[in-house]
T-cell receptor, first 113, second 110 residues
Framework: EAGVTQSPTHLIKTRGQQATLRCSPI?????VYWYQQALGLGLQFLLW???????NRGNFPPRFSGRQFPNYSSELNVNALELEDSALYLC????????????FGPGTRLLVL | GQNIDQPTEMTATEGAIVQINCTYQ??????LFWYQQHAGEAPTFLSY????GLEEKGRFSSFLSRSKGYSYLLLKELQMKDSASYLC???????????FGTGTRLKVLA
């Protein structure tokens, strides 16, 4: 069974630009989560999607947004990039039933110059 | 509010036992997870506790006391490959939203 996949693995942008990060969940998982992990910090919850809808969002400005597609894959968009957006962005998926365990993808490392 | 506390860093010797503590203050509770994260890699699931007591999985065990808002992860027969960050996460009640601690960086020395 394939795990959670994310693309790209690395992304370099300049301040003010926009970044788009993509995530494909494990087959059969309908929930997708996005987290930001800045260097030396813990995982900060960004967004949670389930069945195509946004279920919850963390304490991040509106320039962080996303969506979930009918095939349950997801996209995270970050507009007007700032230097402090440089971080590892992790996507996790969770099955619809069978408990709350999340399975993480390898992450996208975003560097804003 | 929700707050999770873990020690920032711990050091232990190969072959030894180490206990990583996690305390949480949340407005409710629906389960506690432990994840392992090697540097530059994704977190991987280790254990899940929803009831009080000890859950054992090979060299790793996790304990939960809901009344005390306390959990620990016990690693036995430490190996060099156990050097990693260990993340404690609480599932908020009535939802599938998770709050993560900042993680404990464990260094295993030869």
């Amino acid at each position: 069974e394939a795990g959670v996949t994310q693309s790209p693995t690395h992304l370099i942008k300049t301040r003010g630009q926009q970044a788009t990060l993509r995530c494909s969940p494990i087959s059969g998982h309908t929930s997708v989560y996005w987290y930001q992990q800045a260097l030396g910090l813990g995982l900060q919850f960004l967004l949670w999607y389930d069945e195509g809808e946004e279920r919850n969002r963390g304490n991040f400005p509106p320039r962080f947004s996303g969506r979930q597609f009918p095939n349950y894959s997801s996209e995270l968009n970050v507009n007007a990039l700032e230097l402090e957006d440089s971080a590892l962005y992790l996507c996790a998926s969770r099955p619809t039933s069978g408990g709350g365990t999340q399975y993480f993808g390898p992450g996208t490392r975003l560097l804003v110059l | 509010g929700q707050n999770i506390d873990q020690p920032t860093e711990m050091t232990a010797t190969e072959g030894a036992i180490v206990q990583i503590n996690c305390t949480y203050q949340t407005s409710g509770f629906n389960g506690l997870f432990w994840y392992q994260q090697h540097a530059g890699e994704a977190p991987t699931f280790l254990s899940y506790n929803v009831l009080d007591g000890l859950e054992e999985k090979g060299r790793f065990s996790s304990f939960l006391s809901r009344s005390k808002g306390y959990s620990y992860l016990l690693l036995k027969e430490l190996q060099m490959k156990d050097s990693a960050s260990y993340l404690c996460a609480v599932q908020a009640p009535g939802t599938y939203k998770y709050i993560f601690g900042t993680g404990t960086r464990l260094k295993v020395l030869a």
